[in-house]
């Protein structure tokens, strides 16, 4: 499935950039989710590029919340892709930034979303996606160190840490 000599094309032949593009590779097959924990310049976004190249249906979105997700509902419904997200930690709050993990992985999870509430209606049907989230290290302690981690995030996702 990956393409002859994308992987040396990207430079992704040398450590840790072979192994992150497998491991995401491998999330993209098994349309599971991937959160890839690196600092800046670690590469994080540049797996972006191998995923475009190698993998039809790449949908990437710098940041998103979990209250967005109603604008982009309707290309979200019977997507059958890579739901690319690079930025959770540009979110303002913890709050909204552990509730937007644990949205876009229950979504990723279960293939189905519908969250009723006194601010939103969202429905999300038929996603049979993979999920691929970008966070910087401080982040994804501050995910981890919450509840809703357990819970919510921790057994229905694959976490690789690119730490360079």
Known sequence: MIKKNSINFFGFSDYPFYSLALYTSYCVITKTTCIVIGNTGSGKSEILNFLKLNFDKVLTLNTVSQASL????????????????????????????????????????????????YQTNLEIKNFNASLIINLQPAVFDEIVNNTSFEANIMDKSYRYYNMR
């Not at 059958?80 to 993990?101: P, Q, S």
């Not at 876009?104 to 293939?111: D, G, I, R, S």
């Open 70 to 117: 109603k604008q982009i509902s309707t290309e979200l419904n019977n997507f059958d892709g890579i739901l690319f997200v690079d930025d959770i930690g540009a979110i303002n709050t913890e709050y909204m930034r552990v509730t937007t993990m644990a949205t876009l992985t229950y979504l990723a999870y279960q293939h189905y979303l519908h969250r009723l509430d």
